[in-house]
């Protein structure tokens, strides 16, 4: 809102206006007569400000009606190249399929998940550390992993179009041509990892896999990893980074890609204490929407329940394995997630990985239906075992508390998608207000910028130097933006679309009072704030310490 003087017959009168979007374009818009002096038209505008953040009056920018909507996977993609979160990798050559580059703001928010991630199950934690392991290891890890033998697909020709394709060994049967409805002809198995050469002379190189999951280099380096972090049982070990995987059929955006992130754990008990979980999850009341293997057998509807319920009735056996859904979902509605749009759907026996005995996925409900974003499995022994065998390197550790050397059990695998989270916070946070204008909803803990600054006005010289020092100290902390191009209202409307919580804004008043208005993304309210106590204000803002309310 803005103060504007009004010359008309030779007197001036004062108004008090706004910057809306109208039909796309951006208008100024009066929304009251303020007098006819410039001190009384500073007071009448402070009151109207006060009683439209005291919510005594209806605040005429239509923003307070804030929903979430319902997009599908193509508007989310639209909208994402639109505002340089995600474009079709080197889209100028046609760009290849399954292959995403991050852009501006994208590479921000990824980034931000990422952290915000490691922080809660890295650094918010004594039991986990992280390692950062190499994308191209030695091939006999994904020989021993299983994966050579089991993670196999199988290429099929189809007899009518000849299209060429791959499908799931388990859907072979049923499948048909995805172009033509064709039948299809098995041409063998296929590894839906990609494979490169090590080596520059081609006849002294050898092949090697690009890794199609993070897991494996915790296992091999088990023994290092327990050693140097003096690991004690309960332990995890967590990693984030690429893999790659041939999909057959890549496809919904960035749901199932070539390359993507993933962000796992692998958590280690020892395997005669697999009942014995010392976090207390029996007890809890954590609501969880379970749709169990046998809900699903008797075509049943998923049901809401506690912990406490899904163990007592046997619904979900180990302690172990509702603590790290519990765990799970928590980090995603602390950072802002919907959780009406989380289910945990239990693996069906046909459905298990090969190195399963029960795994656990957390669902969301994608715009294409309920569909996995994290996996958890309880992997057992399986890796440790294997590699132990094939390396002939003992994987055993010494478990204090029981005074025995053991093999530990992976009890869950907690193994999550980077670019499925970037989805589920997008969705969740994608919004509109009663003009259609999009307003981002992104928890400001992993919004790509934390706040914009601008001056009220270009012209002003003294606004500007002091916007730009305002701008210069919040740098220092995070990735805020200068802006000071179009008007007010389009700035703040930029911002919101791309998730920026805060807008901080010099004006005439801030010369005198040494102090800016501090705006709210999600309401539209505005608080003025002393220039000095920014910096901790927007930090405590962003950490959720303090509401912008009761600023
Ligand atoms: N280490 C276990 C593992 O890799 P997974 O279920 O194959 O298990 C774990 O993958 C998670 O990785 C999935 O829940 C999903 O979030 C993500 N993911 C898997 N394949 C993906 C793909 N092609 N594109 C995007 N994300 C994928």
């Not at 048909?176 to 098995?186: A, F, N, Q, R």
């Not at 995603?332 to 009406?340: C, R, S, T």
Request: net charge neutral; charged share 35%; with cysteine.
């Amino acid at each position: 809102m803005f103060i504007v003087k009004k010359e008309i017959k030779g007197k001036d009168y004062y108004y008090l206006r706004e910057s809306i979007r109208e039909d796309g374009k951006v208008k100024a818009k009066t929304i009251a007569y303020l007098g006819k002096t410039k001190k009384e038209a500073e007071k009448k505008a402070k009151e109207f400000k006060q009683k439209i953040e005291e919510g005594n009056m209806e605040e005429k920018t239509g923003k307070k009606t804030i929903e979430n909507k319902k997009i599908t996977i193509d508007e989310l993609a639209n909208f994402c190249k639109r505002k340089g979160f995600v474009y079709p990798t080197a889209e100028i050559y046609g760009g290849l399929a399954g292959f995403w580059d991050f852009g501006p703001i994208g590479s921000e928010l990824k980034k931000n998940i990422k952290d915000a991630w490691w922080k809660y199950h890295v650094h918010a934690r004594d039991d986990i550390v992280g390692i950062d392991g190499a994308i191209i290891t030695n091939p006999k890890v994904w020989e021993t992993s299983g994966h050579v033998e089991n993670f196999t697909d199988v290429a099929v020709v189809c007899k009518k179009c000849k299209n060429k394709f791959k499908v799931d060994e388990s859907e072979l049967k049923d499948a048909v041509c995805d172009k033509c409805g064709g039948e299809l002809e098995s041409k063998g198995k296929f590894v839906p990892m990609f494979t490169t050469q090590v080596g520059p002379i081609e006849e002294d190189s050898s092949m090697a896999y690009l890794r199609p999951e993070t897991a494996q280099l915790i296992f091999t380096d088990f023994k290092l990893i327990q050693d140097n972090a003096r690991l004690k049982l309960p332990f995890g070990i967590a990693q984030i980074g690429k893999s790659f995987r041939n999909e057959i059929a890549p496809r919904n955006f960035l749901f199932r890609s070539r390359e993507f992130e993933q962000m796992e754990i692998e958590y280690f008990i020892n395997p005669d204490k697999k009942e014995d979980c010392p976090k207390d999850a029996q007890i809890d009341n954590f609501e969880l929407n379970i749709y169990s293997a046998e809900m699903q057998e008797k075509n049943q509807e998923s049901e809401k329940m506690t912990i406490k319920k899904a163990l007592n009735k046997k619904i979900i056996a180990l302690p172990w394995h509702a603590y790290w859904l519990k765990t799970e979902l928590s980090w995603f509605y602390e950072l802002g997630a919907n959780p009406e749009n989380f289910r945990i759907r239990q693996h069906t026996k046909n459905e298990k990985s090969h190195y399963s005995t029960d795994t656990w996925d957390i669902e969301y409900k994608f715009p294409i239906g309920w569909k996995e974003l994290q996996g958890i499995a309880d992997r057992g022994t399986y890796d440790l075992n294997a590699h132990q065998e094939k390396s002939q390197k003992s994987m055993e550790i010494m478990d204090d508390a029981s005074g025995e050397k053991i093999l530990p059990t992976v009890v869950a695998e907690p193994s999550l998608g980077v670019e499925r989270t970037f989805m589920v916070f997008m969705l969740d946070a994608y919004s509109t207000n009663e003009k259609e204008e999009v307003i981002l909803k992104l928890n400001p803990k992993i919004a790509p910028i934390k706040a914009a600054i601008f001056p009220l006005v270009k012209k002003d010289k003294k606004l500007v130097e002091i916007a730009k020092n305002i701008y210069k100290n919040l740098r220092e902390e995070w990735n805020v933006l200068y802006d000071q191009s179009g008007s007010i209202g389009r700035r703040y409307a930029r911002n919101d679309e791309i998730g920026t919580p805060f807008c901080i804004t010099t004006d005439e008043d801030s010369i005198k009072n040494k102090d800016a208005t501090i705006r709210n993304r999600d309401t539209g309210e505005q608080k003025r704030i002393k220039i000095s106590e920014i910096k901790d204000t927007l930090r405590k803002l962003i950490s959720g310490e303090i509401e912008f309310k009761n600023l």
